[in-house]
């Protein structure tokens, strides 16, 4: 009865400059479907963080063979809807039931559970694999009992070194949110400067 978000959330996605001018010229961003998404797949945004955005920008454009050449930031105004919460003890719960869910059908075919792992020394689980499937699974039981499904999911995560010594605050701390359902995303916009004559409300 108290785990929907009432609230709208603005949201901002890292990106290329020619797709962040696309979408706000009426495009729409294509959901992502990799099997190491941290939050399953859809439509990923960092929470109330444009720095934590651009930065994600920049990384993405050190890679080899990236699409992103001018990193870029775009805003987004967000209903969660029905939202797997898990900053909600209530819908972290959920993750056990679609932990069992996922390990009866992987070995009913026989497979292996996927795995999350580190990437080189990082220590941060950067392909959550196994993550992802258990949130896939989520939505694939809803869609299996013919029960409401979740259009967004959100969750908090520590990442990085710590902030100072014996600090337990981590420097890329944020608040991820990926959409399933694209109605969710009531609008998209450039993000602008703050006018320094004024405060910010």
Known sequence: MYSKISNIVLAFHGCDKNICDSVVNGGS????????????HGVYFWESDPVRAYEWAVQLSKRVKSNVHTPAVLGAIIDLGRCLDLTNRQH?????????WLKQSYKNEGKPLPRNENVGSNNDWLMRNLDCAVIEG???????????????????????GHVYDGSSFREKTHIQICVVNPNCIKGYFLPREAD?????P
């Not at 961003?29 to 399953?40: H, I, K, R």
């Not at 972290?92 to 069992?100: Q, R, V």
Request: hydrophobic share 35%; glycine share 8%.
């Open 196 to 200: 320094s004559e004024y405060n910010i």
């Open 29 to 40: 961003l294509q959901p992502s479907t990799n099997d190491y998404d941290w939050l399953g």
């Open 138 to 160: 989520i939505h694939a039981m809803a869609r299996e009992e013919k029960l409401q499904g979740f259009d967004s999911v959100r969750c908090m995560f520590t990442e990085g």
């Open 92 to 100: 972290i719960e959920m993750l056990s039931l679609g932990y069992d």
